[in-house]
């Protein structure tokens, strides 16, 4: 079986397992920011950011991916050095490339985009890793300072040998990837800086106060706002990398496509079964026909059956079927109580409202989070509670 698949599954086990964002106890991760010192290199941002992620797994998880860290990191290393890969050079000059992760092309900023005659969309497979004698250095010396951490090491030998692959295949001017919350993006970045490369990174979905996404470096980061390199700064990034620029993905065409069918749609974002049941008990204390609300749900995060069950009479909207642009030109109000969906649909031009009664905990709880669209001007859903149409 692929390994770097395994891996994947792994961390989404361990991000699965970690605490909710909604658990996190904000002070404490204050305290566990401030307890490290300022970073003197790249290394030191990616060891950092690792130890931040480690304080929210179990010790033994941690001791467990040391111990096969320690087993497969000689296996992978001879495997990787013994790598043999064909250079093709698959672009032209000026070329950029994208690691997609199954991540719309449209999250890079126009701006971006025009720096380069050709952006291409890549995924690497683990047979197409490899490493020579400058990646053999620079994991030397990543070794000599961090032996007592094999799992961080594999990591980010792991994504040199990608990188590496990438560079021999496209020669390209620039690596882009939507990857912030990765611990091995600062050595990358002194990796590609090594390579004469720039390491760009664009923003493609919400950020709250998280010390998952903390130290990290990129040449570029390119946010969608200026509250970000506020927020991302807080939690000890590099603030001399930061841009703001808002990609295709965020501002939608959304104004005039359709004629307006509802007066709610309700962005669903994997809620359990009693909160779609109170969010459907207040939609309809609002005084609309159930025919003149919509329900989104979520692609991964939710059950189609569950929802066409529960929201019965209520107009169930497919996102594979219906693009997001049309469904917001569809409705007056979109509403959800954190979605990365009211921040496209606020930039797009629409009036947002926030679902501030379904959970009221969390709603609370994504103040302390700094969560943007609280910042913004919004409507809350208690104020629709109730009123006669």
Known sequence: ??????????????????????????????????????????????????????KKQSALLVTAQNIMALTLLPIYYIKLALARIDIL?????????FLTSGITIQTIPECLSKEYNEIIPCKIAEEDMNIGKQEKNLLY?????????????????????MYA????????????????????????????RMRGIEHIN???????FNIRDSFFEYERYYVWDEHYIILLTDLRADNKQFRIAIPPSVILDCKNNQEQLYDYTYYLAGEKTRNLLTIRNLLLTTGVPSSRICIRYH???????????IY???????????????SLSRTKYPVSLYSTVLYQAYESGKDIIIDDITDNVKYKKLKE?????????????????????
């Open 312 to 326: 019965k009479g209520f107009h169930i909207e497919s996102p594979t079927e219906v693009p997001l642009n049309i």
């Open 89 to 97: 050079q698959l672009a032209g000059e000026n070329c950029a490339v």
């Open 141 to 161: 010396k990543l070794f000599i300072r961090y032996w007592y951490s094999p799992y961080f090491i594999f990591k980010c030998m792991l994504k040199i040998g």
């Open 299 to 309: 692609p991964s995060y939710c059950n189609a059956n569950e929802i066409m069950r």
């Open 369 to 389: 989070l700094r969560y943007i669209m609280l910042e913004k001007p919004h409507g809350k859903l208690s104020e629709h509670i109730g009123n006669a149409r």
């Open 202 to 208: 664009v923003m493609h979905g919400e950020k709250l």
């Open 1 to 54: 079986m692929n390994f770097t698949i395994i891996l994947k599954d792994i961390a989404k086990t361990i991000f699965k397992n970690s605490e909710s964002i909604f658990q996190l106890d904000i002070k404490k991760q204050e305290q566990i920011l401030n307890a490290f010192p300022k970073p003197k290199d790249l290394f030191e941002r990616s060891y950092f950011q690792y130890k931040c992620q480690t």
């Open 165 to 192: 692959s990438i560079i021999e295949k496209f020669n390209p001017k620039a690596i882009i990837t939507c990857n912030e919350y990765s611990y091995t993006s600062s050595v990358l970045t002194e990796y590609c």
